[in-house]
C-alpha cells in the first residue's frame, strides 16, 4: 500500500455525508427506522399500500401463523411488470429511456419504458403461444442481452415462474437446475459474448436439455450469429416475437404466488432452488433501491451485475423499473476490450449512479488509475459495492479515483436468500467506514450471536442473524421445506434467521462482515460450496477423496484451492492436475475451476476423522502452519506442503 494511502487511510476512516447531499437526500434522519422499530409490520404495509399499485390492496402484513414460513401482504393482488412498466406509460413516462444496452462488440440499444412494455407483452404472447402459463417454471440461460430483462418480465406478466441460470454454469450444472425445477421451457441465445469470444450457449443447452426430459421448447435468441444445430423443439425468439400478439394483459398474482427462484450454492453438493414471492419481494426491491442508491428521476444508474446472480434480479430490473429509473447495461467484462470500458461508458452516459463488486474495483485497481483519469466521470454523484466483503485499501482507491472523495460509497450487504439489500449506509445519513456495512435498512433488525445464540455485546464478533421478518425474505428451498427449515431456522432457533456470515460491530456499534462462516467459498462475489467442487472431484475416475477450501485471493476475495487423493495405480502428473481442474470446470462452470490443486498422499483428519480445514488454508495461503499435534498423522501436513511449494514457486 502506498504511504498516501496509507495516511489517507488513517485520516478517512470516517467520511460524513456531504451537505451538499444530505440536503436533498430521500433519507436523511432516522424517522423510518423509528416508524420500523415501533411497529414493523404497520410500517410495511403502509409502505407496500403506498408504493405498490395493486389490483386489490392488502390489508394483512405479515402473517407469522406458520413460522418460518412468513407470508406477507397475503390478500393483495398485483402484476410486477405493471408496476415496473405499465404503470409509468400509463403516468405518460413512457419516453423515459429504461435501459440503455451496450454490447460487448460496441452495438447500443436505447430502450424506452413504452418500448420495453410492448417488447415484453410480445415476448409474454409469444411464451403463451409455447405452451407457458402461471406456475411453468422457465429457464433463461442467457448472456447480458437485452433479452434477457425481457425474458424475466415476460415470465413475471404471465405468471410463469422464471429460473435465471449464469450463462457461466457447464451443461451438468444447468441440466440439475432446469431438472430441479422441472422448466418447461428454456430460453437461451446461440451464443454470448465474453472478452471477444463467443460462450456456445445453444451447444450447451442441448447437453443439458438432452437429460430434461420436462422441457418442451427452447427459444434461442440471435446473437452471435454462428451456425448452431437445429433440434425440432427449437425457435427462433425472434421469429416467434414476430408472430405473437402484440398485447398481452398482465396476470393477476396474488402477492404470494411465486416470482422467481433462483439457485445458489450450500453446504451440500446440491444447489438451493431460492424462492420468491410477488409482493414482498417487490417492495424490498422498490424500498432499499430508493433509500440505498437515492434515486431521483435524472439519475443515469448503472449496476454492473449480471441477472445470472440475484443483483441483477433486484437491483438491473425489478428495483430500477419499478422506481422509473433510466439505467446502463453493459453486456461485457470490465476488462474487454480495454480496462477503461467502465470509464469510457460512465463519461458518453454521463452515469450518476455506479454499483459493482469489490472484485472488479480489485482488478480495475490493478489496471491502473490512469485508465479512470482518462475519462471524465464528472457526472457521477453515488457509488456502491455488493457481493463480498471491500478491503479498506480497496474502498479508499474507489472513493479517490472514481468518486473523486466526493461520492459516498454505499457497501451494500445481502443475499440471494434476502431478496433485498439488509445492512448498508444510508447515503445521506450515514458516516461512513472504509469495509463497513454500517448498520441495518429500516425495518430489519440484524442481531450478532454467539455459538449459544446470545446476543454478543457492542464491540464483539459472531454470527450473523436477522431477527426480524421482512417482506423481500425467502419463502422456501423449492421442493425442500425441511431443507429450508434446517438450513436458516436451525441453527438458533425457529424464528432466527441464521445468514451463514460471520460479523462484528465496532465500538460506535457499526457493522464489519466477516465472510461465511459455512462451506461456502465466495469467488469474485460468486458462492461455490465445498462440497459442490469436492464431488466433482470424486466423480473423477482417478480421484479417492478431496477437499476443497477457500483461499485468500488478492483480486476475487478468495480463489478455490482443491487438495486431492489419487486412487491406486494413478500417477500425480501436471498433465491431471491439469485435467482435474478441467473436469470441475466441465461440471460446474470455468468460475469454479481450482487455482490451486495440490495432490496429497492423506488428508490432515483429526483422531475423530474431521478434516482440518484450517491446515489446509495455511499451506494454501503459504503460511507457517498452525498447531498440527491434534492430527491422526502430522507427517501428511508436510508432504502437502511440499507440493503446494512447488506449485507455488514454479
Ligand atoms: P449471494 O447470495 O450469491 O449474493 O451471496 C451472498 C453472500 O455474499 C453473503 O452471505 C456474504 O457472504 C457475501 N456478501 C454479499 N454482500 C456483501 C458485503 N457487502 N460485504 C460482505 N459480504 C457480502
Redesign the pocket.
Known amino acids: 500500500m502506498s504511504d498516501a494511502i496509507e495516511a489517507h487511510l488513517e485520516e478517512s476512516r470516517r467520511v460524513p455525508p456531504s451537505a451538499s447531499f444530505v440536503a436533498r437526500a430521500r433519507v436523511a434522519d432516522r424517522s423510518l427506522h423509528a416508524e420500523a422499530d415501533a411497529d414493523f409490520a404497520a410500517f410495511w404495509l403502509r409502505q407496500a399500500r403506498e408504493q405498490i399499485t395493486w389490483y386489490r390492496e392488502p390489508t394483512e402484513s405479515l402473517d407469522d401463523s406458520n413460522a418460518p414460513f412468513y407470508r406477507w401482504f397475503a390478500d393483495g393482488s398485483l402484476n410486477l411488470t405493471y408496476n415496473c412498466l405499465d404503470r409509468h406509460v400509463e403516468a405518460g413516462g413512457g419516453d423515459k429511456v429504461a435501459f440503455t444496452w451496450v454490447g460487448e462488440p460496441g452495438d447500443e440499444r436505447v430502450i424506452t419504458y413504452a418500448e420495453l412494455l410492448a417488447d415484453v407483452e410480445r415476448a409474454a404472447s409469444a411464451l403463451q403461444a409455447l405452451g407457458v402459463g402461471k406456475g411453468d417454471r422457465v429457464a433463461i440461460y442467457l448472456g447480458m442481452v437485452m433479452e434477457l430483462p425481457i425474458a424475466m418480465l415476460a415470465c413475471a406478466r404471465i405468471g410463469a415462474i422464471h429460473s435465471v441460470v449464469f450463462g457461466g454454469f457447464a451443461a451438468t450444472a444447468l441440466a440439475d437446475r432446469i431438472q430441479d425445477a422441472t422448466c418447461k421451457l428454456v430460453i437461451t441465445a446461440d451464443g454470448a459474448w465474453r472478452r471477444g469470444q463467443i460462450i456456445p450457449l445453444k451447444d450447451i443447452v442441448d447437453e443439458a436439455v438432452a437429460s430434461c426430459p420436462s422441457v418442451e421448447h427452447v427459444l434461442v435468441v440471435r446473437r452471435t450469429e454462428q451456425e448452431v444445430a437445429w433440434l425440432a423443439h427449437d425457435t427462433w425468439w425472434h421469429e416467434a416475437m414476430a408472430a405473437a400478439d402484440p398485447r398481452c394483459a398482465p396476470e393477476h398474482m396474488d402477492a404470494e404466488d411465486v416470482l422467481f427462484m433462483l439457485y445458489?450454492s450450500g453446504t451440500t453438493a446440491k444447489p438451493k432452488g431460492i424462492v420468491h414471492t410477488s409482493g414482498g419481494y417487490l417492495l424490498g426491491a422498490i424500498m432499499s433501491h430508493q433509500w440505498v442508491f437515492d434515486i431521483r428521476p435524472d439519475d443515469v444508474y448503472w449496476c454492473t451485475a449480471d441477472c445470472g446472480?440475484?443483483?441483477g434480479h433486484t437491483y438491473v430490473v425489478y428495483g430500477p423499473l419499478a422506481n422509473h429509473a433510466t439505467s446502463v447495461i453493459y453486456e461485457g467484462t470490465p476488462e474487454h476490450p480495454s480496462w477503461d470500458r467502465h470509464w469510457q461508458l460512465v463519461e458518453r452516459h454521463k452515469v450518476t449512479i455506479y454499483y459493482t463488486a469489490p472484485t472488479a474495483i480489485r482488478a480495475l485497481i490493478k489496471a491502473g488509475e490512469d485508465a479512470v483519469e482518462r475519462h471524465d466521470g464528472s457526472s457521477l454523484r453515488l457509488l456502491g459495492?455488493?457481493?463480498?466483503?471491500?478491503n479498506p485499501e480497496a474502498w479508499v482507491w474507489y472513493h479517490e479515483h472514481v468518486g473523486r472523495g466526493q461520492c459516498p460509497i454505499v457497501?451494500?450487504?445481502?443475499?440471494?436468500?434476502t431478496g433485498s439489500i439488509v445492512?448498508?449506509p444510508l447515503p445521506g445519513l450515514s458516516t461512513t467506514k472504509p469495509g463497513s456495512?454500517i448498520g441495518p435498512l429500516p425495518g430489519m433488525k440484524p442481531v450478532i450471536v454467539d455459538e449459544q445464540g446470545a446476543e454478543v455485546p457492542v464491540g464483539g464478533g459472531g454470527y450473523l442473524t436477522l431477527q426480524r421478518p421482512w417482506p423481500s425474505m425467502l419463502r422456501t428451498i423449492w421442493g425442500d421445506d425441511q431443507r429450508f427449515i434446517d438450513t436458516y431456522w436451525s441453527r438458533f432457533g425457529p424464528t432466527v434467521y441464521f445468514?451463514?456470515?460471520g460479523a462484528r460491530t465496532d465500538a460506535d456499534g457499526d457493522l464489519w462482515?466477516l465472510?461465511?462462516v459455512d462451506d461456502?467459498i465466495?469467488v469474485a462475489?460468486?458462492?461455490i460450496s465445498t462440497t459442490e467442487i469436492e464431488s466433482a472431484l470424486v466423480g473423477h475416475p482417478a480421484v479417492a477423496e478431496a477437499a476443497a477450501i477457500g483461499a485468500e485471493d488478492e483480486i476475487k476475495g478468495e480463489h478455490i484451492a482443491a487438495f486431492v487423493i489419487l486412487r491406486d495405480g494413478h500417477e500425480a502428473t501436471e498433465e491431471l492436475r491439469q485435467a482435474l481442474a478441467t473436469h470441475v470446470a466441465g461440471l460446474i462452470g470455468k468460475f469454479a475451476r481450482p487455482k490451486l490443486l495440490l495432490f496429497a498422499p492423506d488428508l490432515p483428519k483429526t483422531r475423530s476423522g474431521k478434516i482440518m480445514r484450517r491446515l489446509l488454508k495455511d499451506i494454501a495461503e503459504g503460511r507457517e502452519l498452525g498447531d498440527a499435534t491434534t492430527l491422526r498423522d502430522p507427517a501428511i501436513v508436510q508432504a502437502i506442503k511440499a507440493d503446494a511449494d512447488r506449485q507455488m514457486h514454479r
Open positions: 445458489t446472480w440475484v443483483t459495492t455488493v457481493g463480498e466483503p471491500i457497501d451494500t450487504w445481502w443475499q440471494t436468500e445492512l448498508s456495512a445468514t451463514g456470515d462482515l465472510g461465511r461456502v465466495n462475489g460468486h458462492r
